[in-house]
């Protein structure tokens, strides 16, 4: 493998960054590392660096001091071996850790209080206890612990040994919890409802009665001559396409580089593509649930949450696989194996006509998928993006895991959920995904216009009312860059670059093809959208700053107003030919069903990126025929 600036960091290079702020920061024992990242290469190194050039390592670090809480944020210089900046964050809690979460688990476990509370319910077996800790927003941390590292907890017990903690809610049952000190501060006991007859298990043996199908024969993917796409460390070809794929513990997959071969040319098309915030508001203003919203990215990580994939079961066929290297509190790494699958999928037609003389013309479509999964306790998000042969990009995530459920008594169902089992309802909530798409389309000068379509009023040209014209509107600075999604336009959204025309002599373009956007609907002076107000518009436009990466503020735990794209954006800058980001929010409106439970079915949503005007023609002109009779020459009548 050739490295290259993009590589993530190695284990050696993370246990590195840490042994450098032990050594000249004093890092001690009572520290925690939250986060160890590369510190990305400018936009103009990348486009420079040459195979077997110079590289200049460093990582950012963000660590803290569970004495005092005193937070930092490091810039460590890896090929010169010492700290660049050591900056203290006055106002910023850091992600939650694993660790973290854990430790927390066990100690809550063991407290007297926790465990009389949970035997005046009759549960004893501290065993089968699940206490899952949140993070939450300032304004619902209690008074007096306000300025600690506080988290909130629920409780959950497993009915047998192996069985789904999930299954069984606590309710009315809630801890408060200084995360620095690990000690419980508040027992909060609202609430207790007699146990329903629930069935929340999924696991086929302790599914009562279960029998599984036995219809379903083998089907195998086969590819005999081998794959179609080439790997060498983290640069990854395939059908014209060429991308770094890049990780971190915030964001996951990261897709660096992505750029498209035309006639032995690669065109830019994106520099950089990934998650930058989910958004999990509960919708459900009850005991259970009214400190319920979920920052996954911001407070949990993608990365972190990554878990290993398995072939045949997460991905089918032959696969690439990427591992990815984490690291604990103390700065120690490790590797999730398997953590990104690399394949190539067969998605039926791509194109077809069948003509009187010619007969069919058929081409099957291919499509190369990057993929890695995130359980976030009990929810799992599996997020694709996929590359097409005529230049689409899809991006796909499906939320799948267990639903939260509450119990309550006979006759006191609350509105904000639909009931899935025996007294047992599933609050509403909504999961506001934000891609940040930094597209450089055949450069970076790049200008983004709202496209669309009018139909024209009746008259002496358009008699019968079906005259339909497009109308491009650019947007210009960051407060036109605000937009959302508009139902009787088809409103979506085109990144061009004036500077290069296409064949046609029109400019060459991409469009965002919006999917699963809808309105936060929540009151404009809600705690929650003050803290997320990237969520109150489908599409936010700003010009590319490199500090400029997390849409509600690099610090989310405990924050009390977004301090990312509304902050950014206030300056109201020129968004007009100059290399753009483009946030993107889509997701899922989760009306809650009874089919959803035990386990839900994949729920699923995307939007995609299609080149509008990019290339001349078809792209996909050139793909072959599979064998067979798809292909008019091969016609035996
Ligand atoms: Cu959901």
Redesign the pocket.
């Known amino acids: 493998m050739t490295p290259h600036p993009l590589d993530p960091l190695s284990a050696d290079e993370i246990r590195a960054a840490a042994g450098i702020l032990r050594r000249d920061r004093g890092v001690g024992e009572r520290w925690r590392f939250a986060s160890i990242e590369l510190r990305e290469p400018s936009k103009a190194t990348v486009r420079d660096f040459t195979a077997g050039g110079p590289i200049r390592r460093e990582a950012v670090v963000i660590c803290w001091n569970r004495d005092d809480g005193a937070v930092y944020k490091a810039l460590v210089g890896l090929s010169d071996d010492r700290v660049v900046a050591w900056d203290h964050q006055p106002d910023g809690q850091p992600n939650m850790t694993v660790d973290e979460y854990h430790e927390c688990d066990e100690a809550l476990r063991a407290d007297p209080r926790v465990i009389e509370a949970l035997a005046k319910r009759g549960i004893t077996d501290m065993a089968r206890v699940l206490i899952d800790t949140w993070a939450y927003g300032a304004h619902l941390v209690p008074e007096q612990h306000r300025g600690g590292r506080i988290g909130w907890a629920d409780v959950w017990y497993r009915s047998e040994d192996g069985s789904s903690p999930y299954a069984n809610p606590v309710t009315g049952l809630h801890l408060v919890v200084d995360l620095n000190r690990m000690e419980l501060l508040e027992v909060e006991d609202a609430h207790r409802v007699d146990e329903p007859e629930t069935m929340g298990e999924y696991v086929p043996h302790l599914v009562p009665g279960q029998t599984l199908r036995d219809d379903v024969k083998p089907l195998e993917i086969v590819q005999p001559e081998g794959v179609s796409f080439t790997l060498d460390g983290n640069l990854l070809r395939w059908q014209k396409w060429s991308l770094r794929v890049g990780f971190n513990h915030r964001e996951g997959m990261v897709l660096h580089t992505v750029g498209y071969d035309d006639g032995g040319r690669t065109r830019p098309v994106a520099h950089r593509l990934s998650f930058a915030e989910m958004v999990?508001p509960y919708r459900d203003p009850t005991t259970d649930h009214y400190r319920r919203t979920a920052f996954d990215v911001g407070e949990w990580g993608l990365g972190f949450m990554t878990t290993s994939l398995e072939l045949s079961c997460d991905c089918l066929g032959e696969i690439s696989y990427l591992d990815a290297v984490m690291h604990d509190t103390r700065g120690e790494p490790y590797t999730i194996r398997n953590a990104i699958c690399i394949h190539e999928e067969d998605n039926a037609v791509l194109w077809k006509h069948v003509d009187a003389q010619v007969g069919a013309e058929v081409r099957r479509q291919r499509r190369l998928v990057l993929s890695f999964h995130v359980t976030v306790a009990n929810?799992e998000y599996l997020v694709y993006w996929r590359l097409y042969q005529d230049g689409n990009i899809e991006c796909e995530v499906r939320?799948t895991g267990i639903?939260v459920t509450t119990h309550f008594t006979e006759g006191n169902q609350p509105p904000y959920g639909t009931l899935v089992d025996e007294r047992a309802y599933a609050p509403f909530?909504?999961?506001f995904l934000v891609a940040r798409l930094d597209l450089d389309v055949d450069g970076d000068a790049n200008t983004v216009y709202a496209t669309e379509s009018e139909a024209l009023p009746v008259g002496p040209d358009n008699p019968h009312g079906l005259a339909l014209v497009q109308r491009d509107t650019p947007l210009r600075t960051e407060a036109e860059g605000r937009q959302d999604y508009d139902w009787s336009t088809q409103r979506a959204w085109k990144v061009v670059n004036e500077h290069v025309a296409n064949g046609l002599g029109t400019p060459v373009g991409y469009k965002l093809v919006p999917g699963g956007c809808f309105p936060p609907m929540m009151h404009a002076d809600s705690p929650v959208l003050r803290r997320a107000q990237v969520i109150g518009h489908t599409l936010w436009v700003t010009p590319f700053h490199e500090d400029e990466r997390w849409p509600c503020g690099e610090f989310v735990v405990q924050s009390e107003q977004d301090r990312g794209l509304p902050a950014w954006t206030a300056q109201d800058r020129s968004i007009e030919d100059i290399d753009v980001v483009l946030w993107y929010v889509f997701g899922?409106h989760?009306i809650?069903r009874p089919e959803?439970w035990p386990v839900?079915s994949v729920?699923t949503v995307s939007f995609w990126l299609k080149p509008t005007g990019f290339f001349d023609r078809n792209p996909a002109l050139d793909v072959p025929p599979n064998q067979g009779h798809c292909h008019g020459e091969h016609r035996s009548d």
């Open positions: 999990v929810y939320a639903m909530h909504q999961h899922i989760h809650t959803e839900m729920d």
